[in-house]
């Protein structure tokens, strides 16, 4: 079995050297407004709701077309894609009301719920933007607006083409493995738990065969890790982190990713690893030598400590993940590019 090095290694490597500020692997340059069939749709769903508007101020008798405008309004919101990139969506956060969670409701209750916006919209909006007129690019804003909620992947892939320029193949795709067998049988191939339930029950079968506790996904609402890479005879576990600033839910995830190394198995060969990128990965650069007490401290002091009683574990940015993989993979290096 290849030796790696010494966890602290890796970890006074990775400070050694800052995250990017600007990283290619988590650019995300999806253009929707050039979707003729959602911008159809988004001029549609505008018309209806000034059309409404309008009909609902001069308080004729037009209950039975405002109704026909609103079932409209009302099956736009439900059937089309993307509608949510639009200023009359974008207007429900400011009553506390998010797209995703009106789409659980009751038909009922999305009636009644969408009548509410409705007035208030018609109330405190439609004017404004009658008067400054719409455009089409507050669809494309909007969507990139909501950018970083689509992080979460980009972090798996990160790690995918990571393996790619350190194996120097193409893709990754193929040493993804289907059952237990073929993870334990390959000499490198990966699991994604979290976000494949065929990998989710693989990763049970062998923490089953391999008798490991996985305590930290018991006590943390069954949360699985991101992604499980064999390389030989190691067994890397991944927690994967992409983190800019602090801030509530931010601070919780550091918590959650120091956490994860605080477990360990008693096996040489089974890693449990925290990977945190993004630039407050930085933050534990330019503090390590100062002796002043703030949370970036704590925190470096946590990682520390908990490297030094779980020797087997690691805590890495870019680099130190790099340099895992690549001692890792020294094992591979006669093999001609057979990973089987």
Not at 97 to 126: A, H, M, V
Not at 274 to 302: A, H, M
Request: aromatic letters at 12%; charged letters at 30%.
């Amino acid at each position: 079995m290849v030796e790696l090095r010494y966890n602290f290694y890796y970890w006074n490597e990775s400070l050694k050297y800052k995250e990017n500020i600007f990283d290619d692997s988590y650019f995300i340059n999806q253009i929707i407004v050039n979707d003729e069939e959602l911008i159809s749709r988004v001029e549609k769903l505008r018309e209806l709701i000034v059309t409404y508007c309008v009909l609902k101020e001069e308080q004729g008798n037009t209950e039975a077309v405002l109704q026909k405008i609103f079932n409209n309004i009302l099956n736009l919101i439900e059937s089309a894609e993307q509608i949510q990139y639009t200023e009359f969506v974008a207007f429900w956060k400011t009553l506390d009301i998010s797209y995703s969670t009106f789409k659980d409701y009751s038909n009922e209750e999305k009636k009644d719920i969408l009548k509410s916006i409705l007035e208030l919209y018609c109330e405190n909006r439609r004017k404004i933007y009658d008067r400054l007129g719409y455009t089409n690019t507050t669809v494309q804003v909007l969507y990139d607006a909501g950018a970083s909620r689509k992080k979460g992947k980009l972090g798996i892939k990160k790690i995918e083409t990571l393996l790619e320029n350190i194996l120097n193949i193409s893709n990754t795709e193929y040493l993804k493995v289907e059952n237990l067998k073929d993870f334990e049988g390959k000499k490198i191939c990966y699991l994604l738990p979290d976000s494949n339930k065929s990998d989710k029950e693989i990763f049970d079968d062998f923490t089953k065969r391999k008798h490991l506790d996985y305590r930290f996904g018991r006590e943390h609402q069954n949360k699985y890790p991101d992604i499980v890479i064999k390389i030989c005879e190691h067994y890397f576990i991944i927690e994967a982190k992409h983190i800019k600033e602090s801030g509530g839910a931010q601070d919780k995830q550091i918590v959650e990713i120091i956490e994860f190394i605080k477990y360990s198995e008693n096996v040489d060969n089974i890693h449990y690893v925290s990977f945190l990128d993004g630039i407050y990965f930085n933050k534990f650069i330019s503090l390590k030598d100062k002796d002043n007490k703030n949370k970036v401290l704590s925190q470096i002091r946590d990682i520390e400590n908990a490297l030094k009683y779980n020797k087997n574990n690691f805590f890495v940015n870019t680099y130190g993940l790099k340099l895992l993989i690549e001692d890792a993979t020294r094992c591979l290096k006669n093999l001609g590019g057979n990973y089987d």
